[in-house]
């Protein structure tokens, strides 16, 4: 990528989208015949390939290279994890692995990534700032409390470093030796971003970002999920982050050297009024718009909340009271970083990413007609080459798998997103993340996918609302235990009015809504062909879904892309969530079900 481009901000940046956007479909041509011509004396590529024509030939890419998950790169992924050369999969040196969060798709992935890679992500960056200073003003005035983790790395056999997406960029030299400027004022110091020790490294960045509390603009942290973690520790932890403050010493359990001596520097004499304003704020019975108190001027919250992340929006606006835009900035993973939000402010079930032609080539999976969602392929069925669509040739209105073609070494690869074409900006696209396509529940014939279960729980958890409570999270299981199998929902619940307790007779007609709301083999097999048992709802304990976040990220998990599984497959998570159970309901009486007319 052109050096230059990394050094775009405010207007530049904002004209090169556009320049960017007018001319996707020349960007990307260029950008696969970039690809192919650096990658042409790949093993990979010469499998599929005829030397003589590749280098250029965009046609005879789409004609030979199959369309593949990830189980048609890992034998390559794996031979270079073991120390044979990159150039199995790609021209240029592979420096790192990339673990994927492993919470998603159950098992974690190895994505290759070049030098190249972060010079993308950079570019990615620094588009934010322009975007948002277009609907938000003077956010140079202050500072932005954003909540960011590194995990520990692990090595290939080859001593290639394996780590998550995220810590690579936070100890890259793009992060840490990045121009400081006032639109990126951190509270947060670095040292205390590149702390492994999660508890440590929150502690700290709670503690400036209350030492800060004044002169914050801005709240986040990269998944809504951590940002809720955040605000747990704090409503666990604000005492002894106020004896801090008091004290003007760290508390004693902080020993990470490089945290030890940037907060010295935070925390340069006591300041006890500080402390007595955070401990009376923190004392109230209630922390609704907790977060608006003790950071008075903070004009929105920054975090994902597309997904299965949008389940946690409620919450978000109960520690805010409603009073903070909710902000997604942008679209990215592991094996790609894709586009913006161009529209920050815009409601997150109206969130739009306009994807950026210049990250990867883009081609997208039809899935279904006419507007209408279907998966008409499974995750690991062969799809017809000629079945993908480029990016400029999707339709308005019509639901996609986003696959994608990689400098580092991917090649029409599914990466599983399902998307929605909703709007166009100039002649790039623009798509709704609707779901994670291989997240699903089954017992019998029917399948439930994370779309589907998502919208039927916001519709049911509405009745708790009378009860001032709200759900906190929530996760599911095929109970095969017993004949017929039935779906079981895991809830845990938070009460924060004075209002009686929930009564048990309306968590059964949560149960029912559910099923109501799912579809029509679900509901058939539940009401005629009985192969389906009556959906269950166990209510947790308060905190069971932070302890379960806790197991998932002992066994791998980063806290930054940690997302609750949608449904549970592994023992030891259903034996916890099963140890925290106070009670359970069961769906009264079969949903409405008819034979359906074509």
Not at 209 to 215: A, E, K, M, W
Not at 345 to 361: H, Q, R
Not at 403 to 409: P, R
Request: net charge neutral; aromatic share 10%.
């Amino acid at each position: 990528m052109d050096g230059k481009k990394l050094e775009y901000k405010g207007e530049e940046a904002l004209k090169e989208i556009e320049r960017l956007t007018m001319k996707a479909a020349e960007v990307q041509e260029s950008l696969l015949k970039q690809i192919l011509t650096q990658n042409r004396e790949t093993e990979y590529l010469n499998k599929y390939m005829s030397e003589d024509t590749y280098i250029t030939d965009i046609a005879e890419f789409k004609k030979c290279v199959p369309v593949i998950s990830y189980k048609g790169i890992f034998p390559y992924i794996q031979r270079i994890a073991n120390g044979e050369d990159s150039s199995l999969i790609t021209g240029h040196p592979i420096t790192e692995m990339l673990c994927s969060s492993g919470t998603s798709a159950g098992e974690p992935k190895l994505m290759p990534s070049i030098a190249e890679d972060l010079e993308r992500r950079t570019f990615v960056y620094n588009l934010i700032m322009p975007i948002i200073n277009k609907y938000v003003g003077d956010l140079d005035k202050g500072k932005a409390m954003f909540l960011y983790f590194v995990k520990a790395e692990m090595s290939t056999p080859c001593e290639l470093p394996a780590r998550t997406v995220l810590t690579s960029y936070y100890k890259s030299k793009h992060f840490k030796w990045r121009t400081r400027d006032p639109w990126n004022d951190f509270t947060s110091p670095d040292q205390t971003i590149l702390c492994s020790d999660i508890n440590q490294s929150m502690h700290c960045q709670l503690l400036a970002g209350l030492v800060h509390r004044r002169q914050v603009l801005r709240i986040g942290a990269v998944f809504a999920s951590a940002l809720l973690r955040a605000i747990s520790f704090l409503e666990r932890n604000w005492r002894n982050l106020c004896e801090d403050i008091r004290s003007g010493q760290l508390s004693s359990f902080i020993t990470d050297p490089g945290c030890c001596s940037c907060i010295s520097t935070v925390l340069s004499s006591p300041d006890p009024r500080l402390a007595d304003e955070i401990s009376k704020i923190c004392s109230q019975k209630s922390w609704k718009g907790i977060l608006c108190q003790l950071w008075p001027k903070a004009k929105y919250i920054e975090a994902v909340v597309t997904g299965s992340m949008a389940q946690y929006v409620p919450a978000l606006e109960h520690y805010s009271e409603g009073k903070l835009p909710l902000v997604c900035t942008m679209y990215a993973s592991s094996e790609c970083y894709f586009g913006v939000n161009l529209k920050p402010l815009s409601d997150p079930s109206d969130v739009a990413f306009t994807l950026l032609p210049n990250m990867g080539y883009f081609e997208f999976l039809p899935l279904g007609y006419n507007g209408t969602l279907l998966m008409d392929f499974d995750e690991e069925e062969q799809v017809p080459n000629d079945k993908l669509v480029d990016l400029v040739n999707v339709k308005l209105g019509c639901f996609y798998e986003l696959v994608i073609t990689t400098f580092a070494g991917l090649y029409r690869y599914r990466i599983g997103d399902v998307l929605q074409v909703v709007g166009f900006y100039n002649k790039a696209p623009q798509f709704r993340f609707i779901c994670r396509r291989n997240v699903v529940i089954s017992i019998d014939s029917e399948k439930t996918n994370e779309e589907d279960l998502h919208r039927s729980v916001t519709i049911a958890k509405k009745l708790l609302e009378p009860y001032d409570a709200l759900l906190v999270e929530y996760t599911s299981y095929p109970d095969t235990s017993s004949v017929p199998g039935h779906y079981v929902l895991y809830w845990e619940i938070l009460q924060y009015g004075s209002k009686s307790p929930i009564d048990g007779n309306v968590l059964e007609e949560c149960c029912i809504v559910i099923e109501e709301q799912l579809d029509y083999v679900y509901r058939r097999c539940r009401t005629n062909d009985k192969s389906v048992g009556p959906l269950e709802i166990r209510v947790v304990e308060a905190g069971t879904f932070e302890a379960l976040m806790d197991l998932f990220i002992i066994q791998g998990a980063s806290i930054n892309q940690y997302k609750t599984p949608r449904c549970i497959k592994s023992k030891k998570a259903l034996k916890l969530l099963n140890s925290r159970v106070t009670a359970s309901f069961f769906s009264p009486r079969d949903p409405k079900w008819g034979p359906k007319m074509y």
